[in-house]
C-alpha cells in the first residue's frame, strides 16, 4: 500500500456527491434492505447491516431512512429479491475499473453500464478481466487535526489492533487491514477513543495510473455516469487522481 492514499480521492467524491445525497440514501436503502433481509434485523449478530449501518450514518443518512429500510425488509416477500453483480473494464490510458451493482433486473443494469463504459472513453470487460488487480481491504481513516499523536505512536498502535499497515500524510492517518480484521480493529481503535473520520471495507488497486489532465476529466465523466444509474453501488478504478 506504501505511497497509496485514499484520502484524496474519498473528499473529493464526498463533495461532488453532496448534491446527489437523496440518490445516495436510496442506494443506501436498497443495500441495508439486502442485508437485513439476508442475514436479520439485528446489527448485533448480523455483521454485513452493521458495516452499511455504519455507512450510511458516515453520509449522514437519516435514522428515519435506516430503521425504514430495516424493517421493509423484516416484512419483505419472498418475491422481492435483488442480484449483486460485478462488472469490470477500462477506462482512459486503460484505467481498470470494477463497478459493484444491485439490481432487481439484470438486463436494465447490464445494458445501462455498457452505455457508460462505450460513450466516455472506456469498454467493458470480460469477469476476471481487472479484478485480479485489486485488493480487498478494511480502511480507515483518521484526521490528524487537533490529535497530539506523532506517527510512531499510532503505527504500534494500529499494529496492536491487528492493522496491516499505516499510510501517514499531514492531515489524515489511513489504516489498512485485512477485510477479516476491519470490524475487530475498527472496534479497538473506537474504543481507544479514536474519532474515525472513514471507516469503510473498500477495493484498493495493486498499481496506480496516472493520467493526463484530458484523461482525467473523460475518466471522471464515466464514473459519474455511473454513480448516477440507481442500480450502482459503488466504483473502484486504478486512476492516480
Known sequence: MAGHSKWKNIQGRKNAQDTKRGKIFQKLSREIYMAAKAGGADPATNAALRLVMDKAKAANMPNDNIDRAIKKASSAGEN?????????????????????????????????????????????????????????????????????????????????????????????????????????VRDVLEKDGYSLAQAELTMVPQTLVELEAEQQEQLQMLIDKLEEDDDVSEVFTSADL
Open 80 to 184: 422481492e429479491h435483488y442480484d449483486e453483480i460485478t462488472y469490470e473494464g477500462y477506462g482512459p490510458a486503460g484505467v481498470a475499473i470494477l463497478v459493484y451493482a444491485l439490481t432487481d433486473n439484470r438486463n436494465r443494469t447490464g445494458t445501462n453500464v455498457r452505455v457508460a463504459f462505450t460513450r466516455n472513453g472506456g469498454s467493458l470487460g470480460e469477469t476476471g478481466s481487472v479484478s485480479y488487480m485489486f485488493d480487498r481491504k478494511g480502511y480507515i481513516a483518521i484526521e490528524r487535526s487537533g490529535l497530539s499523536v506523532d506517527e510512531d505512536t499510532m503505527f504500534e498502535n494500529v499494529l496492536e489492533a491487528g492493522a496491516e499497515d499505516l499510510e501517514t500524510s499531514e492531515e489524515v492517518f489511513e489504516i489498512y487491514t485485512a477485510p477479516e480484521d476491519f470490524t475487530a
